[in-house]
């Protein structure tokens, strides 16, 4: 992907098959390059768009490895004290 220089807070990255972008920490964060994203396209384009949240985690124990890999099934909003199941 090459990068796309544009009026935009976060760093964008396109290539024909996909868009990524570098949003920072946060889900405001994510929230934010996701709508300014999606009010950049087309209504027909939107609904046909798919999007993929993915973000680094840390943990408190040396249970695993550095570079594992998980697919989550249960999120949990710490602010909201709500689990989610994003299936």
């Given at each position: 992907?090459?990068?796309?220089?544009?009026?935009?807070?976060?760093?964008?990255?396109?290539?024909?098959?996909?868009?990524?972008?570098?949003?920072?920490?946060?889900?405001?964060?994510?929230a934010?390059?996701?709508?300014?994203?999606?009010?950049?396209?087309?209504k027909e384009?939107r609904?046909?768009?798919?999007?993929?949240?993915?973000?680094?985690?840390?943990?408190?124990?040396?249970?695993?490895?550095?570079?594992?890999?998980?697919w989550?099934?249960?999120?949990?909003?710490?602010?909201?004290?709500?689990?989610?199941?994003?299936?």
């Amino acid at each position: 992907a090459k990068p796309v220089r544009e009026n935009s807070r976060f760093r964008r990255f396109e290539s024909p098959d996909a868009t990524i972008f570098i949003t920072g920490i946060g889900k405001m964060s994510m929230a934010l390059a996701v709508a300014e994203y999606a009010l950049s396209l087309q209504k027909e384009e939107r609904i046909r768009t798919k999007i993929w949240n993915l973000g680094i985690a840390g943990s408190t124990t040396n249970k695993h490895n550095l570079g594992d890999f998980f697919w989550i099934h249960k999120l949990t909003d710490h602010s909201l004290k709500k689990d989610f199941y994003p299936e």
